[in-house]
């Protein structure tokens, strides 16, 4: 099969155009390092053809661990006699960022005898501003064709797809090189340092006449990165990211909870067997529909973060982040990953590639973990609903619920930090540092739709990701709990006499055997606590087993003290093991792993303890 590689500058539009041609759904976004690995797709109207997209690059001259992953691999492509030729992605808006990648592959190219095509991505962008270019004369200084494209509206494809098609026919053809496609042979032997300094001229002479694009972008900075106006922006909008949580998917977790109890009383009295009635009723629907009921908070979550990421805020969001965690030994660039863990740690794990130096990359990784993920999410909503009324303040503005979930995503927050800035300042390991560059995206207006199915795909995702491991589980769990007496006594069942012989160690917290089991049981992943205690207390309630999880919980008296250090286990425990899977691949070190685990345990409970104990002095 031929291929065509997909290479250009980080934040090119280079994703959203792998997207257009194939018809894949990969995430994009408004800031660089959206892309951190390798992805490949057929194109949609030619299937024999397949899009390779490598990740961002501002040069051949890596800096960060994405680049790197880039350049290794365009290197390794142009060896494959299966690639058919490269396009490269310019940001035909801002020239000076993308001119000399595209001179350094108009080399390579002409070294190794692979056709190559210039993408002025974002072309739109110019015609609405009634701005020009001269893409011929650009195209004869490079000597390799250019094609006007937007890849949001579509302008180009045609002729791209045009272009892709000769490429495939030559290469199955066995056609002869022919040098009349090919990249200005005059580049083959020039140096970076010439290719620099070409690129800045051309850029000069070729970039669109007029400062509308940058004046519009310096209006909204001056805002935005204002010393004052910034600051206070800032944390409004992370005010109103988990108030969201709470008040836009308040209608549609009680539309999922009242389906799951219609269809249970509906289907659950058509099953005449009594144990499979049990199991219906008890693991799946009070099991894995207590963590259903959570999925719409997951898509809001999703949605507002990609709002961030479109609009070019996150990017701002990171330069103003980067004096305050310069001071625990990150830096700007480690808020895109952190972020991306409050959906979830392995993207974020995943975005750390994008932090440039070693040192900071690996404070990053430690940080990541006590983000408070979508995972946890399901934990903190049942216990913050458990113990929070839902009122609201301030007519409205301040719900109590919302303010105690944007208190516990600040404490995870607050203690990552805590951990990265103890150990860069007492940490023996050294690691050669660089410094912190970052470059603004223009602002634009985030696409709707594509926000709506990325968010879709997320919750999807989630969903069948944890849904298996959740069933298992509470499958297990409600066998267990179930026999030998058939659920007539969850406290004689096999399911207690384990839970029982954990239980000393998490009484100290308030906790009964249930709650250790749950506990134990979300190792393997955080959302598993919410099937398991509603698969518990589904047998334990027996003809009242749909009652809201929450409702239980209220009615078990659990005192607040415990809800609170449950929150704060769950806050700082490293209790995933996909994501641990993820850190050892990235990170390249299993001590990193085993420390993290073992050290973040061990703080999770004796914090967890310490806030108990003090709970309770106060009540």
């Known amino acids: 099969m031929s291929k065509i590689i997909l290479v250009g500058s980080p934040n090119s539009g280079k994703s959203l155009l792998f997207n257009r041609l194939t018809g894949l759904q990969h995430k994009v976004g408004n800031f660089p390092g959206i892309t951190v690995d390798v992805s490949s ?34 290197y390794r492509a142009l060896t494959d006699p299966d690639v058919a030729g490269v396009a490269c992605v310019l940001d035909i808006t801002r020239l000076e960022k993308s001119l000399f ?55 180009g494809i045609n002729k791209l ?53 940058v004046k519009s972008q310096a209006r909204l900075d001056s805002f935005f990165l204002h010393s004052v106006t910034g600051g206070i922006s800032f944390f409004v909008i992370m005010y109103l990211l988990f108030q969201s949580i709470f008040t836009w998917s308040g209608p549609a977790m009680d539309a999922v909870e009242g389906a799951l109890a219609a269809a249970a009383g509906w289907i659950v009295p058509l099953i005449p067997n009594q ?10 629907f009070s099991g894995v529909g207590a963590f259903l009921v959570f999925v719409p908070q997951i898509f809001i979550l999703t949605f507002i973060i990609g709002l961030l990421e479109d609009s070019g805020y996150m990017a701002r969001a990171a330069l103003i982040c980067h004096k305050p965690l310069r001071l625990f030994g990150l830096t700007g660039k480690s808020f895109i990953p952190l972020l991306s863990g409050v959906a979830c740690a392995i993207p974020g794990i995943y975005a750390s590639r994008a932090v440039d130096s070693p040192k900071k990359r690996r404070l990053t990784y430690m940080a990541v973990p006590l983000m408070p993920c979508s995972a946890r999410l399901p934990v903190y909503l049942v ?39 103890l150990i860069s300042r007492f ?136 809800g609170l250090a449950l929150l704060v286990f769950f806050s700082i425990a490293l209790m995933c093991i996909s994501t641990m899977a993820i850190l050892r691949k990235e990170s390249n070190s299993n001590s990193l792993v085993v420390k993290m685990f073992i050290g973040y345990g061990l703080a999770a409970y004796a914090i967890a303890l310490g806030v108990f104990q003090l709970a309770q002095l106060l009540s």
């Open 41 to 74: 797709g057929n194109l949609s109207t030619n299937p024999e053809i397949n899009l390779v997209d490598f990740p961002g690059t501002y040069s051949l001259q890596s800096i960060s661990g994405e680049e790197q992953v880039a350049v290794d691999q365009f």
């Open 101 to 155: 990648l595209a001179s350094q592959m108009v080399r390579e190219c002409a070294r190794h005898q692979k056709p190559l095509v210039i993408l002025a991505n974002m072309y739109d962008v110019l015609q609405k501003h009634g701005m020009q270019i001269d893409l011929d004369g650009l195209s004869d200084e490079l000597g390799a064709p250019v094609i006007a494209l937007s890849a949001r509206s579509g302008l």
């Open 161 to 213: 797809h045009e272009w892709m098609a000769s490429a495939k026919e030559r290469l199955c053809e066995a056609i002869e090189f022919d040098h009349a496609q090919a990249p200005n042979p005059k580049y083959a032997d020039t140096p970076d340092e010439i290719l620099r300094g070409n690129s800045y001229q051309l850029s000069t002479k070729y970039s669109p006449k007029g400062d509308l694009l």
């Open 275 to 284: 144990i499979a009635a049990d199991f219906v009723a008890d693991a799946l």
């Open 383 to 421: 216990l913050i609903a458990a113990f929070l009324p839902q009122t609201t303040a301030l007519g409205g503005l301040i719900g109590w619920q919302g303010l105690a979930m944007t208190l516990v995503y600040l404490f995870g927050l607050m203690f990552a930090l805590l951990v990265t800035g």
């Open 427 to 562: 940490s023996k390991e050294k690691f050669d540092d660089l410094p912190f560059i970052l470059e603004m995206p223009p602002y634009r207006l985030p696409g709707l739709k594509p926000l709506l199915r990325h968010s879709w795909n997320r919750s999807k995702h989630f969903v069948t990701k944890a849904g298996g491991v959740i069933f298992m589980v509470t499958a297990a769990v409600w066998f267990l709990g179930y026999f030998p007496n058939q659920g007539e006594d969850l406290t004689s069942s096999w399911l207690a006499q384990i839970g029982q012989f954990m239980e000393p160690v998490f009484e100290p917290l308030g906790l009964d055997w249930r709650y250790g089991v749950a506990i134990i049981s979300s190792l393997l992943a955080r959302e598993v606590f919410v099937g398991v205690l509603g698969t518990m207390f589904g047998i334990e309630g027996a003809e009242e087993n749909m009652v809201s999880l929450v409702d239980t919980i209220q009615a078990s008296n659990l005192p607040l003290g415990s």
